[in-house]
């Protein structure tokens, strides 16, 4: 096998869900790419961590300081919905049941897999909420973590760093069955377990 494919391959397979068949498909589908697009790939590839890429508020994913979520002045930015990934972010705004804004923790706690708390931007939201709460007392946080073991580690142990600040802190609603995931769950499901949540 060519290097030049091999060595694509290989960058594929880092990417979660993709083993080496669906790598090597992958490549032999980008060999029918007009020069063109393979260039404007690699140039897009090549500038993903040119700029600001992170929001600086909530972690979201943005060409600028501030996402559009957070930049908005139509949203309630007393209400923190804090999820684990911005997959899970981008399914809850699909509901259109929130306008909040977000708090994006970059995973749960896993100590199997190294995931511990420092890792995690717990340290930014309780600074953010401290920041807000310097405006108004009247601040929410939801803790929408996935309904798993680390999900739900994660929301026990969000839920011992927040009491301190005195806060109104809510969980989504079981809606959501246990073992599966925010960023898979259906818009229905969502916007019950947003207008539920305890």
């Known amino acids: 096998m060519s290097s030049k494919v091999q060595k694509l391959i290989e960058y594929f397979v880092k990417l979660p869900g993709i083993g080496p068949r669906q790598a090597t498909r992958?490549?032999?589908?980008?060999?029918?790419?007009?020069?063109?697009?393979l260039e404007e790939f690699s140039q897009t590839v090549a500038g993903l961590k040119d700029g600001p890429i992170l929001c600086a508020s909530c972690f979201n994913l943005t060409d600028d300081e501030k996402c559009s979520i957070c930049a908005s002045h139509k949203r309630d930015?007393?209400?923190?919905a804090v999820?684990?990934?911005?997959?899970?972010?981008?399914?809850?705004?699909?509901?259109g049941a929130f306008n909040g804004v977000y708090h994006v923790l970059g995973g749960a706690?896993?100590?199997?897999?190294?995931?511990?708390p420092e890792k995690l931007k717990i340290a930014e939201l309780v600074s953010r909420i401290k920041k807000i709460k310097e405006l108004t007392p009247d601040v929410e946080v939801i803790l929408a973590t996935n309904p798993n073991t680390?999900?739900?580690?994660?929301?026990?142990?969000?839920?011992?760093?927040?009491?301190?600040?005195?806060?109104?802190?809510?969980?989504?609603?079981?809606?959501?069955?246990?073992?599966?995931?925010?960023?898979?769950?259906?818009?229905?499901?969502?916007?019950?377990?947003?207008k539920h949540r305890k």
Do not use: C, F, H
């Not at 930015?77 to 923190?80: H, P």
């Open 26 to 37: 992958l490549v032999l589908d980008m060999l029918d790419w007009a020069k063109s697009d």
């Open 77 to 80: 930015q007393t209400r923190i």
């Open 83 to 95: 999820v684990e990934k911005v997959t899970d972010l981008q399914s809850m705004e699909k509901t």
């Open 109 to 116: 706690i896993n100590p199997a897999n190294g995931s511990l």
């Open 150 to 194: 680390y999900g739900e580690t994660t929301a026990l142990y969000l839920e011992e760093e927040l009491r301190p600040l005195q806060i109104k802190i809510t969980r989504l609603a079981r809606g959501l069955a246990s073992g599966s995931s925010v960023e898979y769950a259906d818009e229905i499901t969502l916007a019950n377990a947003l």
